[in-house]
């Protein structure tokens, strides 16, 4: 089962490549495409993450397929995009942390909303900082108090995006959300 998931793994890596350079998917040698290459990486973070699950499913003798929900970990790996790549963050230095505004439009706006003010509320308590959020009308407004004055230097280095991806939280949450279980 896992060499043909890997095996399945490798065609679609391999046709979203040539995709991508304007390659005929139908000429290309599919046979080829099954042996090993060295490659470890799958050319896209939010694939890998959804490869990673799959093989761990495949693997698991025990997995409930009438459970898994791959679909709610592809919707929040794109909410993690949007609020990467194309919210907009500034910060602002208040008294003893850094309020940051974060706005986007549409589908970013969207995003911020489920993802900024989740993550607020289920880390708001870390070891260097205390972060609350609140839903403004074109994403949020976080604000990040530094719990010791020697830790403002490190909130201001990380930025809001550094503060949220302190930690290996998101790994457990995304396999939450890939086998059905509701991790807010």
């Not at 060499?3 to 679609?12: E, M, N, S, T, Y």
């Not at 979203?16 to 599919?30: C, I, L, P, S």
């Not at 990467?84 to 995003?111: F, Q, W």
């Amino acid at each position: 089962m896992k060499r043909i998931l890997v095996a399945g793994v490798l065609l679609a890596t391999a046709a979203a490549t040539a995709f991508a350079q304007g390659v005929d998917h139908n000429a290309m040698d599919h046979a080829a495409m099954t042996q090993p290459s060295g490659l470890s990486q799958p050319g896209q973070s939010a694939f890998a993450a959804i490869q990673e699950v799959t093989e761990r499913l495949a693997a698991d003798p025990n997995t409930d397929w009438s459970t898994v929900n791959l679909d709610a970990l592809r919707e929040h790996l794109i909410d993690m995009d949007e609020v990467t790549l194309r919210a907009r963050i500034s910060a602002e230095p208040i008294a003893g942390g850094v309020r940051y505004i974060v706005t986007g439009d549409g589908r970013t706006r969207e995003a911020i909303q489920r993802m900024v003010l989740g993550h607020a509320s289920a880390m708001g308590e870390a070891e260097h900082w205390t972060m609350t959020a609140e839903r403004s009308a074109s994403g949020a407004i976080v604000t990040a108090m530094a719990k010791q004055t020697s830790d403002l230097p490190r909130i201001r280095a990380l930025g809001l995006l550094g503060m949220m991806s302190e930690g290996a939280h998101h790994q457990p949450h995304h396999w939450m959300l890939a086998t059905g279980n509701r991790p807010h």
